[in-house]
């Protein structure tokens, strides 16, 4: 990898509102560059599964506070096959449901819940930093507050319409303006709540892919990264 620099232990936050893209690109590049994924977005899904499952009121920020410790959520962080797993049992799919969507908000808005989820975030990264191969996180406060230090930070958007036709496509549904009205309410949600809402800061690069196809959007962020590797070769030299 001569002249290269190595991506052996590099961080990468990519934060952005749903459909964006964002998991999409970040699977692309983790597997590109031979490094791990972390979905966070999962991770607030799992817990919200494990409230609904167990008859917590998602809506009452004390309760969900309260169990906020009781389940054990493990990710997998193979970007060509994440899992997502909650007492052992394999949750993958449940966490996609229409409950869990329309509860994770509420749930991702409770300080005790983001406290406990971002300490396992931080663990990850950090393994991944000391051990190898590197990782790419991905979130809406990755940027932000998880790992705000990460040599390569980006956040990726796109325009309403075309993260609704994303989305249907992705769940097979035809009613691409429902779907763009609940892209949108979860948007509002979960960027004006309180505690570490989705928001774009110096630092971190805005990619637009509006317009553009996965393979370009990979691609532009893989010559990112592979820069951010060359820079850190550089400095330690
Ligand atoms: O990326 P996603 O749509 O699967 O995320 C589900 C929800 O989790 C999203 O509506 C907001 C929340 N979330 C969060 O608050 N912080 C993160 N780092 C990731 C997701």
Do not use: C
């Not at 999962?42 to 389940?71: Q, S």
């Amino acid at each position: 990898m001569s002249g290269q620099g190595s991506t052996e232990g590099i961080v990468i936050a990519i934060d952005g509102p749903s459909g964006s893209g964002k998991s999409s690109t970040s699977k692309g590049v983790a597997k590109a560059r031979g490094l791990r994924y972390l979905d966070t977005g999962a991770m607030y899904r799992a817990l919200t599964w494990w409230m609904l499952d167990n008859g917590v009121d998602v809506e009452d920020p004390a309760a969900v506070a309260a169990a906020v410790d009781r389940p054990v959520i493990t990710m997998g962080t193979d970007p060509a096959a994440p899992t997502v797993s909650v007492d052992g049992r394999d949750v993958a799919a449940e966490i996609r449901g229409r409950e869990v969507t329309a509860s994770v908000s509420a749930v991702s808005a409770v300080p005790r819940a983001r406290e406990l989820l971002v300490a396992a975030q931080r663990e990850a990264i950090d393994a991944a930093r000391r051990e190898g191969p590197g990782i790419v996180v991905e979130g809406r406060d990755i940027t932000t507050v998880v790992a705000p230090d990460a040599p390569v930070k980006l956040f990726v958007t796109a325009s309403a319409e075309a993260r609704a036709q994303r989305r249907s496509k992705e769940i097979r549904t035809g009613d691409v303006a429902a779907t763009r009205a609940d892209l949108e309410r979860r948007d509002r949600l979960d960027s004006s709540r309180a505690h570490s809402p989705l928001t774009l800061t110096s630092g971190t690069a805005e990619l637009d892919t509006t317009g553009l196809d996965l393979d370009e959007v990979v691609a532009l962020v893989v010559d990112l990264v592979d820069e951010a590797a060359r820079a850190a070769a550089t400095a330690r030299a």
